[in-house]
């Protein structure tokens, strides 16, 4: 029997010792699941806490060996680090503590080169339809004549491609990832790198250094404008990005109900505690407008997200109705603002992107 891709794969990584380490990639159990999709590979290399030195030349060697095996086009290698922490009975008093002990490999903050601004689109829980919204304004802002780019950072759960109408494998050339173009917008997403149904069962730091490597090592070209469609929470990897990558700003997305908007509050003040100005809150699902009989109702409540803003001293950047028209084109991979472009949903979700230009070149002033 012919081996497999995978096989092929740890055959070729067991070939790259560890200096100061006994032993290869795969004997010390370094490489994590591969994931291979028409030609397209995904793996990570976990950087033991004994090691010392640089790690980047193994990686580079992981990947070029993994891109000279027939049938492979391309390779995505990420590295991530050893958190396993020490048993709380072996620390100090001091020490006792639920930060992760080891060696941090997240890179510094750093601009991204091409990228003028970077917005944060958030919520602080699932649900609140925080990536229909993100989709939205990113085309609002790229029919407003900005170059814009849309990422999915979303690693556990990402709907952009759906969302964004994107199809096929993304490209990697020259070490960098080509992003997507979908409806003038430049796309990336891990959603492209793996099948729609299966799951990423990845540790956190692994998240984390996949999404500094998809902010990175994306070749954005010249964007005004980069759009980050955050992970729902306030956790490490969504604390991560606020404090490595250079925000411009935030928006902040929640529905009227009291429970959305506790958790939009955490979301906000993560924000506010690394300096990312907050550009405003958004009350999406404001109402529902029966299709039948036109009728109005509540369902969420209204007003809530609105109210808070005003209560916070934050911009309140308008309301989105709960409409069958948006999650139709949303399942459809048509955006409103592309499907309607007339519509009154678009002029609402236009008159957001407006609002956050605004600010921006406000900013820039």
């Known amino acids: 029997m012919a081996d497999s891709i ?18 290869d990639l ?3 159990d370094l490489v994590s699941e591969i994931t291979e999709t028409e030609g397209k590979v995904i793996f990570s290399i976990t950087v033991p806490d004994e090691f010392r030195g640089d790690f980047d030349p193994i990686r580079d060697d992981a ?9 492979i086009e391309s390779a995505l290698v990420v590295l991530t680090a050893a958190i396993d922490a020490p048993a709380a009975a072996e620390q100090p008093p001091q020490l006792q503590t639920s930060k992760p002990v080891g060696r941090d490999l997240r890179p510094l903050s750093s601009a991204i080169p091409g990228v003028g601004a970077v917005v944060a689109v958030a919520s602080g829980k699932g649900g609140v339809g925080k990536s229909t919204t ?25 709907s952009i491609p759906r969302l964004m109408g994107g199809e096929g494998q993304l490209d990697i050339v020259d070490g960098r990832i080509i992003p997507k173009d979908s409806y003038g917008v430049k796309v990336m997403s891990m959603g492209f790198m793996m099948e729609e149904d299966k799951p990423v069962i990845w540790r956190g730091p692994m998240i984390v250094t996949a999404l500094m490597q998809m902010v990175h090592e994306t070749n ?15 956790g490490d990897a969504q604390l991560t990005m ?8 935030a928006v902040i997305v929640s529905t009227p109900q009291d429970l959305a908007l506790i958790d939009a509050r955490k979301g906000l003040k993560m924000f506010q505690e690394v300096d990312v100005p907050i550009l405003g809150i958004i009350e999406n699902m404001s109402n529902f407008i029966c299709p039948h009989c036109g009728e109005t109702s509540d369902i969420f409540g209204h007003g809530g997200a ?36 007339d519509g009154p949903h678009t002029k609402i979700y236009k008159s957001i992107a407006l609002n956050i230009a605004t600010q921006l070149r406000g900013g820039d002033e």
């Open 134 to 158: 993100a989709s939205n304004i990113a085309l609002a802002l790229s029919s407003l004549g900005l170059r814009v780019g849309l990422l999915d950072a979303d690693i556990y759960g990402p």
């Open 242 to 249: 606020a404090q490595q990558v250079p925000m411009a700003g």
């Open 26 to 28: 795969v004997s010390l």
């Open 220 to 234: 954005w070209g010249t964007l005004d404008v980069l759009i980050l469609d955050m992970p729902p929470g306030t």
């Open 306 to 341: 609105k109210d808070e803003a005003i209560k916070l001293s934050v911009p309140f950047l308008g309301a989105v109705p709960l409409h069958m028209d948006i999650r139709k084109h949303s399942d459809e991979g048509k955006p409103t603002v592309v499907a309607d472009p």
């Open 63 to 71: 990947q070029a060996r993994v891109e000279a095996i027939d049938g």
């Open 6 to 23: 995978s096989d092929r794969i740890l055959g070729e990584l067991s070939q790259i010792a560890v200096d100061g380490l006994n032993g």
